[in-house]
């Protein structure tokens, strides 16, 4: 079971769901130390006040903000606890959205949210069934580790998960990123949909997804803790020219994708249609960049 991250209760409306907060996730990284390589003894940070030029325990560490270069403010963990701020001790639910309103590049981290004890099980399946038959996801407000968060709950299964989000302020813009001027057929973009209809899939489970880099990193160890030669990177086969033909690499593409799944690799017939002459456009102008907003840093919570 995993421990518990934070305690506290759901609350939307009226309703209120005590719950304890799981992590969703694990890692499975290979984590190393860092080491004095002449003896492969352990090097490790050490805390120093700056002042008095010695190491400080933790009963000594606190928390605190610079209002300029010649001025902190300390700030205690009890003062943080005891701030008149709803979401504290709630996930404070705002509001219900369709998930496809959502873009994928504000969530972050995921959690499991477990009912705590039977007071709390029939107010969380409501508010389960209740997403489920909506269809909705529900955006909340929580404050944890020194700030407040915004929040994504939905259903997976039986259990009701949080993600984290990002601020709409913490979204960079991406239109300076976009690319210069280029024409695109409609041959060479209905290439590019049959390559993904070739690599389309119903899930993201298999062999195909496992961590390679984690295995390879054991493998290294596990060789140097041996004593046997160390496993190599195999020789590339002889390095292809640079793509000139844009269609030519997408109907080889296709050919690669379908024979990896035992399909019949003979090139398919265009649908016809407009000669490329015809067909060719120009792709959006890019759009001006937004001016970046400036605001002071959010506060802590």
């Known amino acids: 079971m995993p421990r518990t991250i934070w305690s506290g209760a759901i609350s939307f409306g009226l309703v209120t769901v005590p719950i304890h907060v799981v992590s969703a996730t694990e890692d499975h990284s290979i984590r190393f130390h860092q080491v004095h390589l002449e003896d492969m003894s352990r090097v490790r940070v050490r805390k120093v006040c700056e002042v008095e030029d010695r190491e400080v325990p933790a009963s000594e560490i606190g928390k605190g903000y610079e209002v300029s270069k010649t001025q902190i403010v300390a700030v205690t963990d009890e003062e943080l606890r005891q701030m008149p701020l709803p979401t504290a001790k709630a996930i404070e639910i705002e ?170 690799a003979s090139v398919h017939e265009m649908p016809a249609g407009p000669s490329k002459k015809a067909t060719a456009k120009k792709t959006a102008k890019k759009a001006p960049a937004k001016k970046a907003s400036s605001r002071n840093p959010r506060r802590s919570a």
């Open 95 to 264: 509001a219900f959205v369709p998930l496809e309103s959502i873009d994928a590049i504000q969530l972050a981290e995921g959690y499991y949210l477990q009912p705590d004890g039977q007071v709390a099980a029939k107010p969380y399946k409501l508010l389960r069934l209740a997403l489920e038959r909506s269809s909705k996801v529900a955006i909340a407000k929580y404050a944890w580790s020194g700030r407040e968060r915004l929040g994504l709950l939905r259903v997976r299964g039986e259990a009701i998960v949080l993600h984290a989000m990002r601020w709409p302020d913490e979204i960079r813009d991406p239109s300076e990123l976009a690319p210069a001027a280029a024409e695109v057929t409609d041959e060479e973009i209905s290439e590019a949909e049959h390559l993904i209809n070739r690599m389309t899939r119903d899930d993201v489970d298999g062999p195909d997804f496992t961590d390679r880099y984690t295995d390879a990193i054991a493998k290294v160890i596990e060789a140097k803790r041996d004593g046997l030669e160390l496993p190599r990177t195999p020789e590339p086969a002889a390095a292809p020219g640079r793509v000139v033909d844009l269609m030519a690499a997408l109907q080889e593409s296709v050919r690669k994708a379908q024979k990896s799944r035992g399909e019949d």
